[in-house]
C-alpha cells in the first residue's frame, strides 16, 4: 500500500514536444505529491507539487494533473528542453509516513 | 534559501579507514534526513533525525553510524564499509516530519 508506481521507465522526446510521465498509488491517505528532478551526480531538487484538493498545479513548463478518484497523478512538460534531461521522480506521503518515491523516468529531450 | 550543503562532494575510502559525510542547512529546518542512493534507482531512506533525535533508523548496518549535533548540522560516520556501500550519500531537510524535503547535492562514495 506504501507503493507509488510510475511510468514510463525511459523516454525520449523530441525539443518542442511534450513530455508526460505518469505515477499511480495505492495508499489514500497519502495527501501530498511532490515531483523532484535529479541531474546526473545530483540530489533531487523539488521541481513542483500537489495536493489532492486541487486538480491541477501549474509552474511554468510544468504541470501536474491529479485524478483523486483514480489515484493518479502525471506531469506534463511543454515545449521540452535539451535541458530538461534528467531522471524524475515521482513521490508521495501522509503525515504518517516517510517519502514514498516512484522508480524513476529517465527523460532525454533531443534537439 | 533552500539550500542543504554536504561535504566532501567526492569519497574514496578503503575498506578498513573511517571517514565522516557533513550536511548543513540554515533554513530552520528541525528534520534531517540520510538517503542512500545506486545508479537508476530512487533514494532509500536511512535515518531520520527530528528535533535532533533519531527518530527512524531503517534497519541500517552499524557500519553508519548518524550524529546530529545541532539543528544545522547533520554526520554520517563510516566505518569497516563494504564496496557494495558505494553510492551516491544524500542529506535532506524539512520544516518537520513529515514535510517538503529538500535535497544537497549528494557525496559520491567509493568503497575499495
Known amino acids: 500500500q506504501q507503493q507509488v508506481k510510475q511510468s514510463p521507465q525511459s523516454l525520449i522526446v523530441q525539443k518542442g514536444g511534450i513530455s508526460i510521465i505518469n505515477c499511480a498509488y495505492e495508499?489514500?491517505?497519502?495527501?501530498?505529491f511532490p515531483w523532484y528532478q535529479q541531474f546526473p551526480g545530483k540530489g533531487p531538487a523539488l521541481l513542483i507539487a500537489?495536493?489532492?484538493?486541487?486538480s491541477e498545479k501549474k509552474e511554468g513548463r510544468f504541470t501536474i494533473s491529479f485524478n483523486k478518484s483514480a489515484k493518479q497523478f502525471s506531469l506534463h512538460i511543454m515545449d521540452s528542453q535539451p535541458g530538461d534531461s534528467a531522471t524524475y521522480f515521482c513521490?508521495?506521503?501522509?503525515?504518517?509516513?516517510?517519502?514514498?518515491f516512484g522508480e524513476g523516468t529517465q527523460l532525454t529531450v533531443n534537439p | 534559501d533552500t539550500e542543504v550543503t554536504q561535504t566532501p562532494k567526492h569519497l574514496v575510502m578503503g575498506m578498513t579507514n573511517k571517514k565522516s559525510l557533513k550536511c548543513e542547512q540554515h533554513m530552520g529546518h528541525r528534520a534531517m534526513y540520510w538517503y542512500k542512493q545506486k545508479a537508476k534507482k530512487p533514494p532509500e531512506l536511512m535515518f531520520v533525525?527530528?528535533?535532533?533525535?533519531?527518530?527512524i533508523n531503517e534497519s541500517v548496518p552499524s557500519r553508519f553510524s548518524p550524529e546530529c549535533p545541532n539543528s544545522s548540522l547533520l554526520n554520517l560516520h563510516l566505518h569497516a564499509l563494504q564496496p557494495e556501500d558505494s553510492a551516491l550519500y544524500l542529506c535532506?531537510?524539512?520544516?518537520?516530519?513529515?514535510?517538503?524535503?529538500?535535497f544537497g547535492p549528494g557525496t559520491r562514495l567509493t568503497v575499495l
Open positions: 533525525y527530528s528535533y535532533e533525535k533519531l527518530s
Open positions: 535532506a531537510s524539512s520544516l518537520r516530519v513529515p514535510d517538503t524535503q529538500y
Open positions: 500537489i495536493r489532492p484538493d486541487v
Open positions: 495508499n489514500t491517505a497519502f495527501d501530498y
Open positions: 513521490a508521495a506521503y501522509h503525515s504518517g509516513s516517510r517519502l514514498t
